[in-house]
């Protein structure tokens, strides 16, 4: 199980295929220790035919949404069996139906109390797991969304701006960059529970702050795109010791992910040398497992937990430049 862990999203392909593997298997040892004669390959025949009686062969492609080719062939395997048969429809001579014979349906009233168990106590394995409650649900979102843009327009598009980001371009704040700024400190606002809500000059009054040198900001464009920010206050506690934190840290929801976070930090770690900064703080909320793992693997340190108006502890985290 260790590989599949580890190569993660880039290894659902072969899990999905060995549970299903797994699942048919036990599914087809259970027809064959009751004596029912079935394959698991006449189910969704079957189940679409238990629903409307009659069907066409290009209902049957619609709803398992395969071609014709595919569903005709499920078909004629069921015809085979004699499980099947077609039937002219009355009205319309042209179109033919199937529906089931006497075989079909005897097996039909056989299966059912099977598909009954099966059902109950897949939804009970599903229910022994923290996450494995919401498997099929997650699917269906999965299935919509690839539906709506294919996985292969995703990779392709990710892997266009991974060339452009070669030649990104990192700037300090400008006030005509005022507006591409705030929509990211707001993302960022969004986000992170943790930001620092009661103090918004960083956004409202990011202009002063940044004459006034209580703040530094540097954004990240491409294409004339800006698609990256962070914003470091300088602010001077009780002792009168000036204390640095990152207040923003975001990146363009469309180009997360793509190895832009790591150039963001790696830009602001450069800026902390520059202005001769030795030690940077952040509070982060732990929902953003990636960016904590990320500023730690740059070298920032757990330095102790906050809590927030509800009770939530968020990560400080702390690097000696």
């Known amino acids: 199980m260790k590989v599949y862990e580890m190569a993660g999203e880039l290894m ?7 549970l299903g593997e797994k699942f048919f298997s036990d599914v087809s040892k259970v027809y064959k220790s009751q004596g029912i004669p079935f394959e698991t390959a006449y189910f969704p025949v079957f189940y679409l035919l238990n629903l409307h009686q009659a069907l066409t062969v290009s209902d049957v492609a619609r709803e398992l949404e395969i071609t014709q080719s595919g569903a005709s062939q ?6 085979k069996n004699g499980l099947v048969c077609y039937a002219r429809n009355r009205d319309d001579k042209r179109i033919r139906t199937i529906s089931f014979t006497s075989e079909g ?3 039909l009233r056989r299966v059912e109390p099977v598909w009954e168990a099966i059902e109950n106590c897949f939804r009970q394995l599903l229910e022994e797991g923290e996450n ?3 498997f099929v ?8 969304s690839m539906i709506r843009e294919p996985l292969f327009s995703r990779v392709s598009k990710a892997l266009e701006k991974r060339l ?13 960059q005022e507006e591409a700024y705030k929509k990211l400190a707001l993302s960022w606002l969004i986000e992170n529970r943790f930001a620092k809500i009661d103090d918004t000059d960083f956004i409202n009054q990011i202009d002063r702050m940044v004459e006034s040198g209580q703040g530094i900001v ?3 464009k491409t294409q004339n795109q800006v698609i990256g920010a962070f914003c470091v206050s300088k602010r001077e506690d009780a002792g009168a010791e000036t204390r640095h934190e990152i207040l923003v840290f975001s990146v363009k929801d469309s180009w997360r992910h793509l190895g832009l976070e790591q150039l963001l930090l790696f830009q602001l770690l450069e800026t902390l040398k ?3 900064i030795d030690r940077i703080s952040i509070t982060l909320d732990r929902g953003l497992a990636c960016l904590i793992k990320l500023f730690k693997s740059a070298g920032f340190f757990l330095d102790c937990l906050e809590k927030n108006e509800k009770n939530e502890a968020g990560f400080v985290l702390t690097k000696k430049v």
Do not use: C, W
Request: overall charge positive; glycine content about 4%; cysteine-free.
């Open 12 to 18: 659902i392909g072969s899990r999905m295929k060995r």
């Open 74 to 79: 499920m078909i004629t395997v069921l015809v």
């Open 105 to 107: 349906s005897q097996l």
């Open 132 to 134: 494995s409650r919401y």
């Open 137 to 144: 649900q997650a699917m269906g979102d999965i299935e919509e």
């Open 164 to 176: 452009l980001l070669k030649n990104i371009l990192f700037f300090p704040y400008h006030q005509t």
């Open 218 to 220: 540097r954004l990240v």
């Open 274 to 276: 520059e202005e001769k």
